[in-house]
């Protein structure tokens, strides 16, 4: 049995999928804040869903797991305050909702022995770093309240492997796209963006000079790493989950623009501050301890989220 802490949102609700598809019994943890419950469409009878606010309510809502549906494998632990951008507004409500929420999961698996903890952590990690890919072992200095209770979060699951014997692993996200994420903010994910103002027509905005790179990984690559993850011991390990390409923001808005067979106009808006200038993920950690491999390219990833944006 897999609890996914965020399992109504847009990563946890593809992860769920996928558990499901394996013949996995999944809890969902969720209070619904940026999760929907159109994500679980389709799955109802299928899984248990526990709705408790993450934050106070999350130890609480760990105690209803009902012990005939046995010890967790894990915890995935994707419930969070998503936002950077809301992070450097409220940096303490960022502790409560990130740092907090993850040391109640690790309290969990502490008392109850065998329990791995997998949490999803982030490319912010990092900072602007100069090393281009990145690597794990990369000096960290992460510039948001966010980027610092994840890697706090971090901390606190190696020492609770180290102190307490507790299995736990990080996978560090890069920027994940894919069918199920929310277009509907200007810090949305950028595709998502691109995506919905593309099949409108609408002009698409590229902020500075496009120059700018990510390493965008579909949703569902994203997910085969998470369950990897949950299905081995690891003792604190942190993994970067990306593709290893590097795309700049111009080819992403000439290719979604190309895919949508759209008539969208592409135009420059000042630079967004404080951004990163480019990031990539090196894998070769990821792919030698936890046998994580990528498989889907950016333009299979793209038609299929397009088609999903267009349904
Ligand atoms: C992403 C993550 C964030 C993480 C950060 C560092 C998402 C949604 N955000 O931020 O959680 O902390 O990486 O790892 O995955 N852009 C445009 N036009 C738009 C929107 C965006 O040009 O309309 C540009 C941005 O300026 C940026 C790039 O697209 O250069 C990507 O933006 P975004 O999708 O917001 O992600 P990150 O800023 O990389």
């Not at 009902?66 to 967790?72: A, K, N, Q, V």
């Not at 740092?99 to 969990?108: I, K, M, N, P, R």
């Not at 942190?238 to 623009?257: D, M, P, R």
């Amino acid at each position: 049995m897999y609890v996914v802490t965020g399992g109504a949102g847009f990563i946890g609700s593809q992860l769920v999928r996928d558990l499901l598809a394996a013949g996995e019994r999944v809890v969902v943890l969720d209070d619904f804040s940026s999760g929907k419950r159109a994500n679980l469409q389709g799955l109802e009878g299928e899984l248990e869903v526990i709705e408790t606010n993450v934050v106070d309510g999350l130890w609480a809502g760990l105690g209803k797991l009902d012990p005939r549906w046995g010890t967790p494998t894990a915890i995935v632990h994707l419930a969070a305050q998503v936002s950077v951008v809301a992070s450097l507004q409220n940096p303490l409500e960022d502790a409560r909702r990130n740092h907090g929420a993850t040391l109640q999961v690790l309290e969990y698996a502490r008392q109850h022995r065998g329990v791995r903890v997998v949490l999803a952590s982030s490319a912010a990690t990092y900072g602007d770093v100069d090393e281009v890919p990145v690597r794990e072992s990369s000096a960290r200095w992460p510039l948001s309240p966010y980027g610092f209770h994840k890697f706090s979060s971090e901390l606190a699951l190696r020492a609770y492997a180290t102190t307490h014997g507790v299995p736990t692993a990080a996978l560090r996200f890069f920027n994940v796209y894919g069918p199920r994420q929310d277009p509907s903010s200007p810090y949305s994910g950028v595709i998502s963006i691109f995506m919905k103002r593309a099949l409108a027509g609408e002009g698409i905005t590229i902020y500075g000079d496009g120059e700018q790179t990510r390493d965008f990984v579909f949703v569902s690559d994203v997910s085969a790493a998470l369950r990897k993850a949950a299905s081995q011991d690891f003792a604190g390990d942190v993994f970067n989950v990306g593709t290893g390409a590097e795309t700049s923001i111009n080819v992403l808005a000439q290719t979604v623009v190309r895919l949508a067979g759209s008539a969208s106009s592409i135009g420059h808006a000042p630079a967004r501050s404080g951004e990163v200038q480019r990031s990539c993920a090196e894998l070769s950690h990821a792919r030698d301890a936890l046998k994580y491999e990528p498989s889907v390219g950016l333009d299979e990833g793209l038609a299929a989220t397009l088609a999903w944006y267009a349904s």
